[in-house]
């Protein structure tokens, strides 16, 4: 979810749930130690409960990462151990490590040491031609004694040479069956699935079996999917909110954000575009939030003219998009 799940999108998605976990896009531990700390860790409250996902491979450097998640605030330090992208291959870090679980065991060691919050693990069931169960079994095992408790999985294997990170994420065959397998095998272990996951049916069905599922693109593009997951899953009260309610409740958040941050509207309405999914005039609604001729117009004018788009007889055209103002 690198350069997805940033915390405009996490915003967004709180609104629509308060019970899930949300979790960062990964944030290199180079970034961090040489970088600007508060543009990757500054977070919005409301984001709570919320991980803070790592990239690293050296135990000292993702130990001092590590505290300065708990610093700003953060409820877990999770470690990926899945990314198959070249970029973090260079840097010998995400699925590369799978091949390395007693270095994996040795940077939970140090960052369980460094913090009082929760340190997970998130990874793959294979790497490239190793696809066996036992190759698995012995990571989570080897990273389970050094105190890991929570293992989030992707049901699928990484092919570090051959595929892209998009075929990554689809060309590897799902395999529940072996995270299920995972479960039984270390029942004391947290076990979240992750990979395919798309409706509440599907999540329901999984949960049988393991302790939690982690969805990922299916949140991204669909998002009002989320406002029922609390009612589903947590046992409470139907979202009392429609989809004109979180808008508007985005658009405020663009204003405070412009003031405080001096963030442009522009970079929060593109998580924004999933929202009416389904919706008759979604597509017109669409086009008026990621037109670019729009974006010298205050969040609050493309906002009204994003609603008259959802009406047929109202929509502006594309040679006259400001005509409503």
Request: a positive charge.
């Given at each position: 979810m690198l350069d997805w799940s940033d915390r405009h999108c996490r915003f967004l998605h709180r609104l629509l749930t308060r019970r899930a976990r949300l979790y960062t896009e990964m944030v290199t531990t180079g970034a961090l130690l040489h970088g600007d700390v508060r543009r990757h860790l500054v977070f919005d409250a409301a984001e709570h409960p919320l991980a803070l996902q790592l990239g690293g491979s050296e135990p000292a450097e993702l130990a001092q990462?590590?505290?300065?998640?708990?610093?700003?605030?953060?409820?877990?330090?999770?470690?990926?151990?899945?990314?198959?992208?070249?970029?973090?291959?260079?840097?010998?870090?995400?699925?590369?490590?799978?091949?390395?679980?007693?270095?994996?065991?040795?940077?939970?060691?140090?960052?369980?040491?460094?913090?009082?919050?929760?340190?997970?693990?998130?990874?793959?069931?294979?790497?490239?031609q190793e696809q066996s169960y036992g190759f698995v079994r012995?990571?989570?095992?080897?990273?389970?004694?050094?105190?890991?408790?929570?293992?989030?999985?992707?049901?699928?294997?990484?092919?570090?040479q051959g595929l892209s990170p998009k075929e990554n994420r689809a060309l590897p065959p799902l395999r529940y069956e072996v995270v299920q397998q995972l479960k039984r095998d270390f029942p004391a272990l947290t076990l979240v699935l992750n990979g395919g996951l798309q409706t509440a049916q599907q999540m329901a069905e999984q949960l049988q079996h393991l302790d939690g599922v982690m969805i990922g693109r299916s949140a991204y593009h669909q998002p009002w999917d989320l406002s029922r997951w609390d009612e589903i899953f947590y046992a409470a009260a139907p979202f009392d909110s429609n989809?004109?309610?979180?808008?508007?409740?985005?658009?405020?958040?663009?204003?405070?954000?412009?003031?405080?941050?001096?963030?442009?509207?522009?970079?929060?309405?593109?998580?924004?575009?999933?929202?009416r999914?389904?919706?008759?005039?979604?597509?017109?609604?669409?086009q008026v939030w990621s037109d670019?001729?729009?974006?010298?117009?205050?969040?609050?004018?493309?906002?009204?003219?994003?609603?008259?788009?959802?009406?047929?007889?109202?929509?502006?055209?594309?040679?006259?998009?400001?005509?409503?103002?």
């Open positions: 990462c590590a505290r300065l998640g708990q610093q700003w605030g953060y409820d877990e330090i999770n470690l990926n151990c899945g990314c198959p992208s070249p970029r973090v291959q260079r840097g010998a870090f995400g699925a590369c490590l799978m091949a390395e679980p007693q270095r994996v065991a040795d940077c939970v060691r140090a960052m369980r040491a460094a913090v009082d919050i929760p340190v997970t693990v998130k990874h793959r069931i294979g790497l490239d012995d990571f989570v095992g080897t990273v389970a004694e050094a105190g890991c408790t929570v293992f989030i999985v992707h049901a699928r294997s990484a092919w570090l989809r004109d309610a979180v808008e508007a409740a985005m658009v405020d958040y663009m204003e405070r954000e412009a003031l405080q941050e001096g963030t442009h509207w522009y970079a929060v309405a593109r998580h924004l575009l999933g929202l999914h389904g919706q008759s005039g979604a597509r017109r609604w669409r670019h001729r729009l974006k010298d117009l205050p969040p609050r004018h493309v906002w009204r003219l994003a609603q008259q788009a959802l009406q047929p007889t109202h929509a502006p055209t594309a040679s006259q998009p400001c005509l409503a103002i």
